[in-house]
């Protein structure tokens, strides 16, 4: 079981930037991931980082976002660069024991309770 706990949203004016940090209970052989939700809309998966620290980004966000794990803390990180509108969302992270980094929300088993962000 792993339990994942973010923080660092908030309130930003479009073109700012935030970095979100996922603290883990443990980063061992697990793949981690970034994903947002606007309500009524399908979770999205925006980054995604696996134990060799490879790394996945959606098409939308390329040269925006950037996911990096720190193993000394237990933590993934997602840095997210010029802020747009269409960035607000609840942003969650999430975990699984994977072979591989993904972006499919459905092949994570373990998720934290989100971060907000909101861009105006």
């Known amino acids: 079981h792993v339990q994942l706990v973010e923080s660092g949203g908030g309130s930003v004016q479009a073109g700012g930037s935030l970095r979100l940090s996922c603290a883990a209970s443990?980063?061992?052989?697990?793949?981690l991931g970034w994903f947002r939700q606007v309500p009524g809309q399908a979770r999205e998966g925006v980054a995604a980082?696996?134990?060799?620290?490879?790394?996945t980004y959606a098409d939308s966000i390329k040269g925006r976002f950037a996911i990096w794990q720190d193993n000394a803390k237990n933590t993934v990180y997602l840095q997210i660069n010029y802020l747009r509108p269409e960035d607000t969302a609840m942003y969650y992270c999430?975990?699984?024991?994977?072979?591989?980094?993904?972006?499919?929300?459905?092949?994570?088993?373990?998720w934290g309770q989100g971060t907000q962000v909101t861009v105006s």
């Open positions: 999430a975990a699984d024991l994977l072979l591989m980094r993904s972006l499919d929300p459905s092949e994570y088993q373990y």
């Open positions: 443990a980063l061992d052989n697990i793949c």
């Open positions: 980082v696996d134990r060799d620290g490879s790394t």
